[in-house]
């Protein structure tokens, strides 16, 4: 494990990293023999450039699994990033401005918590469905599952066996935010993303202190499956925008007028 002040990472497999962010969000650094992939960049929370600089050297490059503040928040510690068209959109650059980062920052009751000013604007490029960053001697491919947001994107290493799913099939599933897709549109990359985990890759998100698992992809999917049917069925409560309930893990927060969408 190295740590830096808010900053903690671990190898979690062949040259792959997870950084976690003061436990609030996790970043993944995939290592190849001429240049390194950054999944994500954390809220913020002072720099996580030191913790990389202790990991390699090697060009980084920047992808982003979607346009969220929790993981856009680094972004200016880069000199560009890639990310979906779809998530180009006012609705996702306003929800990831700084100010938001800090926000969550405040709201996290994080000790002590520095967000130094930004360093560069970082240029953004288009991430395209099926795009590949050949890191020398290991390539990672992007696949497009619009859901979480618009234009979300997991990242698949083949060789590896391992998927980066940010967002899109946690635990505690998002469906209820600005910009998110309906349910039924979802489904399509979520069942994507299962067929991975099918196949023995091993999954990895934004969120969790772990590795994610089978059981859990295939629970949050059936969970979508009950709101689906109850939607189409006329039985959905209008008032719930939980399933099960906000108590319990697995769960999925969601919009009742979106379901079918
Ligand atoms: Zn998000």
Not at 34 to 55: F, H, P, Q, R
Not at 62 to 84: N, R
Not at 119 to 137: A, K, P, T
């Amino acid at each position: 494990m190295i740590t830096t002040k808010y900053h903690s990472a671990s190898e979690i497999g062949n040259n792959a990293w997870k950084i976690s962010e003061s436990g609030m969000v996790n970043c993944y650094l995939l290592l190849g023999n001429s240049g390194a992939l950054l999944i994500d960049t954390g809220i913020g929370l002072g720099n996580v450039k030191e913790i990389i600089d202790k990991i390699t050297a090697l060009p980084i490059t920047v992808v982003l699994t979607h346009m969220h503040p929790d993981h856009a928040g680094g972004l200016s510690h880069f000199h560009e990033y890639y990310v979906m068209k779809e998530d180009f959109a006012m609705s996702y650059s306003f929800l990831s401005m700084p100010v938001f980062s800090r926000i969550m920052i405040k709201m996290s009751k994080i000790k002590d918590p520095i967000m130094p000013k930004l360093f560069y604007h970082s240029v953004r490029h288009e991430l395209i469905d099926g795009q590949m960053f050949n890191l020398g001697g290991r390539t990672v491919h992007a696949m497009a599952v619009p859901g979480h947001t618009k234009g979300s994107a997991v990242f698949i290493d083949d060789a590896n066996k391992m998927i980066f799913t940010g967002d899109d099939i946690n635990i505690s599933l998002w469906m209820h935010l600005p910009g998110c897709t309906g349910m039924k549109t979802w489904q399509t990359g979520a069942k994507q993303i299962i067929e991975y985990f099918e196949k023995g890759y091993s999954g990895w998100d934004g969120h969790s202190e772990g590795q994610q698992t089978e059981e859990q992809v295939k629970t949050t999917y059936h969970l979508s499956e009950e709101l689906i049917q109850e939607a189409e069925e006329g039985t959905l409560d209008k008032k719930e925008n939980f399933i099960p309930n906000k108590d319990t893990f697995h769960q999925i927060r969601y919009q009742p007028k979106r379901i079918l969408q």
